[in-house]
Nanobody, 129 residues
Framework: QLQLVESGGGLVQSGGSLRLSCAVSGFTPDNYVIGWFRQAPGKEREGLSCIRSSDGNTYYDRSIKGRFAISRDNAKNTVYLQMSGLKPEDTAVYYC??????????????????????WGQGTQVTVSS
């Protein structure tokens, strides 16, 4: 059974950094992707970044490119989102999600949430000004 568990959220001052982790288990496709999303109060879920299991290729939404970096540790089945230069508008609940690499375009280019197979419970990130 697919399970994703996020951790690493918290309260940080503007300009600070955080590293989020997403531990993945129970996902059996040979090739899959892990995406990071966020959702602020009253707003739609927003796709941020995505990484492919097969070759580690990464994808970013232009809104966070250059500030956030996605990476993976295959030995630990964990994907990370390193966030730097945080701003108050980055305040949101951050989620990771898993999907099949055969659906790459919808998962990592269009960042369509309903195309993912499973989601974590989310971790809160709050950036104070």
């Amino acid at each position: 059974q697919l399970q994703l568990v996020e951790s690493g959220g918290g309260l940080v001052q503007s300009g600070g950094s955080l590293r989020l982790s997403c531990a993945v288990s129970g996902f059996t496709p040979d090739n899959y992707v892990i995406g990071w999303f966020r959702q602020a109060p009253g707003k739609e879920r927003e796709g941020l970044s995505c990484i492919r299991s097969s070759d580690g290729n990464t994808y970013y939404d232009r809104s966070i490119k250059g500030r956030f970096a996605i990476s993976r540790d295959n030995a630990k089945n964990t994907v990370y989102l390193q966030m730097s230069g945080l701003k108050p508008e980055d305040t949101a609940v951050y989620y990771c999600a898993a999907g099949r690499e055969s659906n790459l375009f919808r998962l990592c280019i269009l960042f369509e949430p309903h195309e993912y197979d499973g989601w974590g419970q989310g971790t809160q990130v709050t950036v104070s000004s």
